[in-house]
């Protein structure tokens, strides 16, 4: 670093010599000539350097992995209501990888659950924590089923495409992420192209896919999810009484037999390439109120609880008898806010 700073250095010295020169004492061009020289010298070996290049410009992996690991914590800490079993997956999942300077494969997250439960918003902190433009970074990835993959005719072309697509993102950067929304819209043996990236190969064709991270979301398999949670609350106990053993077993089964589901008999659950199944549980009425009252304080509002409780009453609950879950969770939330503040 020290050269590099000589360098600069000796940059801002030519530049200032017409301010400590008699006129007419050095030749112009040859100034100019050395005034861009020395500058650029000093430019490149000033950018050269890593953390100073990618400080201007994105790097793939752009934070460092206890950084990222760290963000991800504190976000989903401050942010994310009533996933608990989430909150803690994710986080040690991702860490896990980060940290791993051997992994023997990608890692593969499958978030489960109702619309308005936080499956787009996780991995959207997901993204956030290893990259600093998030879901803009050009590392990240979103593929959503509906948009990318309309028409079942045109199953084989989505599959080359696909493919060509992992491909060559994740030769630009190993550490790609990337993201397939509405996978209980997929096509069924579509997601089974990219089997090969996700199993425990070294190399395909001279490329390594071992540092990249691929995230589905999916509603499949929400009302096993529901079952679950509806059978520790009528037996007396707590939502946070659930451990990841008591459901993700059944999820993964769930899915797997689902024709509605991209996963309907897919080779990545019957190979286990899959690394964990996370069921994002419904949301109720209390983890509404902390919806709203966190999009109050983001746009700047004071929380007036009046308004809060009278959101949180607008929204209808499931099942009927009972009324405990939210049937659209948070997602309509910041809707309902646009009524009260204009």
């Known amino acids: 670093m020290k050269l590099r700073r000589g360098a600069l250095r000796a940059a801002l010295a030519l530049m200032l010599l017409p301010l400590l020169t008699p006129a007419g004492a050095v030749e112009p061009i040859s100034l100019g000539l050395a005034i861009a020289g020395a500058a650029a010298s000093a430019l490149t070996g000033f950018i050269s350097y890593p953390r100073l290049y990618c400080y201007f410009r994105e790097c793939c992996l752009h934070r460092h992995d206890q950084r990222a690991a760290a963000a ?36 593969a997250l499958s978030l489960h659950g109702w619309t308005g439960t936080g499956k787009n918003f996780v991995s959207k902190i997901v993204a956030e924590s290893i990259y600093k433009r998030g879901l803009q970074s050009k590392y990240v990835h979103q593929f959503v089923a509906t948009l990318h993959f309309p028409h079942a005719h045109n199953i084989n072309l989505y599959k080359d495409q696909l493919q060509s697509w992992i491909r060559g993102n ?44 691929f995230i589905f979301l999916s509603n499949a398999g929400a009302e096993k999810i529901t079952e679950v949670a509806l059978d520790f609350w009528r037996n007396g106990r707590t939502r946070e009484d659930i451990q990841l053993t008591d459901i993700q077993n059944a999820l993964s089964v769930s899915v797997f037999n689902n024709k509605n589901s991209g996963f309907w008999h897919s080779t990545l659950i019957d190979r286990n390439l899959i690394d964990y199944f996370i069921p994002f549980l419904p949301l109720e009425y209390k983890h509404v109120k902390m919806c709203v009252r966190v999009e109050i304080e983001s746009r700047g509002y004071t929380v007036d609880e009046d308004i809060v409780s009278r959101i949180a009453d607008e929204m ?11 049937d659209k969770g948070c997602k309509t939330v910041d809707a309902k806010l646009d009524y009260y503040y204009d």
């Not at 209980?184 to 190399?203: Q, R, T």
């Not at 209808?316 to 939210?326: A, K, L, M």
């Open 72 to 107: 991800l914590q504190e976000t989903l800490d401050k942010k994310l209501f009533g996933q608990h079993l989430v909150s803690k997956v994710v986080v040690k999942a991702v860490r896990g990888f980060l940290n791993n300077t051997n992994a023997k494969k990608p890692l």
């Open 170 to 213: 994740v030769s630009i950067c190993p550490r790609s992420l990337f993201i397939f929304d509405e996978m209980d819209k997929m096509h069924a043996g579509l997601i089974d192209s990219i089997k090969p990236f996700l199993d425990y190969y070294e190399l395909l064709d001279g490329v390594s896919y071992r540092q990249a991270i």
């Open 316 to 326: 209808t609950y499931f099942p009927r008898e009972e009324r405990i879950y939210s």
